[in-house]
């Protein structure tokens, strides 16, 4: 069956880079994502990266897919107090429409 | 265009009774879902839709049933609440192509039964 699994809880210094690990068992998946969460709000998508990608930047953000090992990670370089929040990895398979979500990495942010 | 939205935004319920959760989206989407957020365990699928007039069951069904008579709605139904169903519930959309950069979340509606 399909499942994401993620750390609970990051600490991380402003300034500093933070990585955020994911890892997902259904070899099937096409494309992976990560979202944030601050507090009382839905989820944000943040990027994705489709299945045959090693790795894919967007401003601070990377994106890193060994497939081989069914791991994703999310660096955020220069982090920042705004950063604080929750992150969600997910994936989707080409069979279906369905998404599935890891438990959520918090991560606070520390001046 | 107010992409998804969701009502109630917070309620309180005794247990054993009964609620309706709307969602609704001006989008066109063809493809909706209800989830369950609950801490540590990420978002849970309870049902979906991939169209109007149909649905069909995610991870957590059991407690729920949904209705999708019209395109942009999708109701989900607590028939018999339950203390186990307290939880924050999040209503999403997906774009007809698929493709997730065109998904939206609601702003969620807590629900909180006694």
């Known amino acids: 069956g399909e499942d994401v699994e993620q750390s609970l809880f990051l600490s991380v210094r402003e300034g500093d880079s933070s990585v955020i690990n994911c890892t997902y068992t259904d070899s099937s998946s096409t494309y992976l994502y990560w979202y944030k969460q601050e507090p009382g709000a839905g989820l944000q998508l943040l990027t994705y990266?489709?299945?045959?990608?090693d790795m894919k930047q967007d401003q601070r953000l990377t994106v890193l897919l060994n497939k081989k090992d069914k791991h994703l990670s999310l660096r955020i370089a220069d982090t920042q107090t705004g950063d604080s929040a929750i992150y969600f990895c997910?994936?989707?398979?080409?069979?279906?429409?369905?998404?599935?979500f890891g438990g959520g990495t918090r991560v606070l942010v520390k001046p | 265009n107010a992409g998804v939205t969701q009502t109630p935004k917070f309620r309180v319920l005794k247990t054993g009774q009964s609620m309706t959760l709307l969602c609704a989206q001006d989008m066109n989407h063809e493809y909706m879902y209800w989830y369950r957020q609950d801490p540590g365990m990420g978002l849970r699928l309870i049902h979906y839709?991939?169209?109007?007039?149909?649905?069909a069951k995610g991870e957590v069904p059991d407690g729920y049933n949904v209705s999708r008579l019209k395109k942009q709605n999708f109701l989900l139904g607590l028939e018999s609440a339950a203390p186990s169903q307290t939880s924050v519930y999040f209503c999403t959309t997906l774009g007809n192509r698929g493709y997730l950069e065109t998904q939206y979340f609601g702003p969620g509606t807590r629900l909180l039964v006694l």
């Open positions: 990266i489709f299945s045959n990608m």
């Open positions: 997910a994936e989707i398979q080409a069979a279906g429409n369905k998404l599935t």
């Open positions: 839709s991939v169209g109007e007039g149909t649905t």
